[in-house]
């Protein structure tokens, strides 16, 4: 019998409705391959991919351009702390769709995000090592479970030209209260307050998401300070924080360690930027069949349905503003750490996984490059698995 539970409950494409389902292709880059990126159709084909030197440092996504923007991990960085070898990056790509690489930048300390902007310029994440004063002024977390070489290691957030001269940086000990955003008792001290998104405001302002201390912040870009604070009474160990249209937050809030609960479930939800009430949430009509510990995604998709990524488990689904499966995609490719050089986490993750950091869906319009696949692929029929009717309809 198959010993894989992933396995014994079906891969690849799961179901679909075509009456609801946006149009488009979904990207995805499988976290334990030598650096595999895939764009997948609504009919769960592979459509086109990217073979790239660096296993995944996250993620990838498409620019405006039709260029891949993609987040490698460093060949050469250092080796702060065990779980530094899951998240870190490093090598920040622009390629074309033949493979080719446009431009590269590299900062051996950047982690999980990065935004390839319009002009050319990046923003992302990175760290410090703090001295042991600024160390030890951050409070709560695992009782002396700093780096190896008992250094706390704080975040940053920098702007950088498109010929890699910093234009703008941020530091978390330097704008961040210690006593407000404390270590989740849970959580090593080894990284504060972990940064695991970062996202350019319409109004120039700074959005991020800290794991470690569950909070979404917005960070004004001309003093530093913190403008706006989700705390840990709405997010537990949150993902993915981004602007929509209306200036609301859509967060992809995973639930370890939520406050007054003690079933652990994973939602999405979109707050308001005015009184940061919940204004739309997605949770599975079983909440706890919905749940990721750690990385996940949300994505809204220009016809008001959200793609979101239940990203341990390599699970892609898509809902409606009703809250509505009308897709649903399992990750079939499996692998683990080994020939990685990632021997510090072997051990933590010993097992082949599908996992996802997150994925994202674009249109047709999006990938002028991928036309005629489109049109080949776009007539594959499938079937509507959700209502079961026997009936085939076209995916896109």
Not at 150 to 164: A, N, Q
Not at 177 to 189: G, T
Not at 297 to 311: M, P, S, V
Request: aromatic letters at 10%; hydrophobic letters at 35%; glycine letters at 8%.
């Amino acid at each position: 019998m198959e010993q894989s539970t992933l396995h014994r409950r079906g891969l690849g494409l799961r179901g679909i409705d075509a009456e609801k389902i946006s149009p488009g292709y979904t990207l995805l880059a499988h976290l334990t391959s030598p650096g595999t990126i895939k764009l997948v159709s609504n009919s769960g084909e592979e459509v086109h991919r990217w073979n790239l030197p660096y296993r995944p440092g996250r993620h990838a996504q498409i620019l405006k351009n039709g260029n891949l923007a993609y987040n490698g991990v460093h060949p050469d960085a250092p080796r702060l702390f065990p779980l530094w070898q899951k998240y870190r990056g490093g090598v920040m790509m622009e390629v074309d769709p033949s493979g080719k690489i446009v431009s590269e930048h590299r900062d051996p300390l950047a982690h999980h995000d990065q935004h390839h902007l319009e002009n050319g310029e990046l923003l992302y994440t990175t760290v410090e090592g703090l001295d042991p004063e600024s160390g030890a002024s951050v409070l709560g977390g695992i009782p002396n479970s700093e780096a190896p070489d008992r250094t706390v290691y704080g975040d940053c957030i920098k702007h950088v030209s498109p010929s890699g001269a910093l234009l703008w940086t941020w530091k978390a000990i330097d704008h961040l209260d210690p006593k407000i955003f404390k270590l989740q008792p849970h959580y090593p001290r080894e990284h504060w307050p972990l940064i695991n998104s970062v996202y350019p405001l319409k109004d120039g302002n700074i959005l991020a998401s800290l794991r470690s201390v569950s909070a979404v912040v917005i960070i004004s870009r001309e003093t530093g300070d913190v403008i706006w604070h989700l705390d840990s009474t709405v997010v537990a160990q949150q993902h993915c924080a981004s602007e929509l249209e209306d200036g609301s937050i859509l967060i992809f809030d995973n639930g370890t360690f939520r406050h007054h609960e003690s079933a652990t479930y994973s939602r999405v939800i979109q707050v308001s930027r005015t009184d940061k009430s919940i204004v739309w949430e997605y949770r599975d009509p079983h909440p706890m069949t919905f749940f990721t510990p750690f990385m996940g995604g949300a994505q809204r998709l220009q016809n008001g349905n959200t793609l979101i990524t239940e990203a341990a488990f390599g699970r892609i689904f898509e809902v409606t503003e009703k809250k509505e499966i009308v897709w649903e995609y399992v990750n079939p490719d499996f692998a683990d750490y080994t020939g990685l050089d990632a021997k510090e986490i072997e051990g933590y993750f010993g097992y082949p996984a599908n996992a996802l950091f997150r994925a994202y869906k674009y249109t047709p319009k999006e990938l002028p490059w991928l036309k005629t696949t489109a049109t080949k692929t776009s007539t594959s029929r499938v079937w509507n698995l959700f209502f079961g009717t026997g009936k085939t309809q076209d995916s896109e």
